[in-house]
């Protein structure tokens, strides 16, 4: 069999000695043309380099009864973590107890029990359930990142979960690493903060003196008879704070919507306060500008329209 012909039987991934009994030489195998993600894994040209292709590359070599887990599971279900999965971040993977934990290249190995609703399948793959990948990422991630992580499972608009069910999970986790942070991340868990940067702002405010904020609050403007949602809501200072990622500059759409929100706010007598992330990495400093506005000049006429 010539490689040209060969390289068409192997529609996909295949192990190396599946890929000789189809007729692969070892020679051909080592040809640079196929991709070799992992030891003993062939892949043919042009094969996708995104994770959740590797994760299908990785199958024939995952132990029965095992499971894509930590980082790697939460990147597939969509689940933030301190930073963002590339192609060359090794795949995690989770033999269940009593099987050697997998190691080589491209993979890190991690070994514990198991239950049968510790696992599901997502597109295919057997990947840790949300509820045991957020308690792994208990060993992995700070404590402040874990509680974003849950906030992003309990988003109240498309909840993932509930804290009944992580506090269950959290109950049932068999490995000590990490049980701690677990704890005491439970009560700190909020459903009003979609993403990382919410998160972060909230912790901010909950650890200084200022009042009690509502957060992904809705307000009605009767000007026009919207409804608009705010990050942070100071009701009874008309004050709103909102975090502008970066695609509220890059976005152009989004740009001019957020011009367009604040005006209307301004015209019935709130005030939107704009944070980015170098605001976030001063807590203390953030925490003083924010009190000066709720306490200055004109709060008190605010209050009373």
Request: hydrophobic fraction near 40%; proline fraction near 8%; include cysteine.
């Amino acid at each position: 069999m010539t490689f040209r012909s060969s390289i068409s039987i192997m529609a996909g991934p295949k192990p190396a000695q599946s890929a000789v009994r189809a007729g692969f030489t070892p020679r051909q195998l080592r040809n640079p043309a196929l991709g070799a993600p992992f030891h003993g894994i062939r892949t043919p040209p042009g094969y996708p380099a995104d994770l959740y292709h590797r994760a299908v590359a990785y199958l024939s070599a995952l132990p029965i009864g095992g499971a894509f887990s930590h980082q790697t599971a939460a990147a597939l279900h969509g689940i933030p973590t301190p930073r963002s999965t590339s192609p060359d971040d090794p795949l995690h993977v989770m033999s269940p107890a009593g099987v050697r934990a997998r190691e080589g290249r491209g993979v890190v190995g991690h070994r514990d029990t198991l239950a049968p609703e510790d696992v599901v399948d997502l597109d295919g793959l057997p990947v840790t359930s949300v509820e045991r990948t957020w308690c792994d990422l208990a060993t992995v991630i700070p404590l402040r990142a874990l509680i974003a992580a849950g906030d992003a499972l309990l988003w109240f608009l498309e909840p993932r979960t509930s804290v009944d069910r992580l506090q269950a999970a959290v109950a049932e986790y068999p490995s000590r690493r990490g049980v701690v942070a677990l704890r005491a991340a439970i009560p700190r868990l909020h459903d009003r903060c979609q993403s990382p940067k919410e998160t972060e702002l909230r912790l901010i405010l909950e650890a200084s003196t200022l009042p009690k904020a509502e957060h992904n609050a809705e307000i009605v403007l009767h000007g026009s008879g919207r409804v608009v949602r705010g990050d942070v809501v100071f009701r009874d200072q008309r004050l709103v704070l909102e975090y502008e990622g970066d695609h509220h500059r890059t976005d152009r759409l989004q740009w001019r919507k957020d011009i367009a929100r604040t005006e209307e706010l301004a015209h019935e007598g709130w005030t939107v306060m704009r944070l980015t992330a170098d605001d976030l990495r001063r807590p203390s400093a953030l925490a003083e500008r924010i009190r000066a506005r709720l306490h200055g000049p004109g709060r008190g006429e605010a209050v009373r329209r």
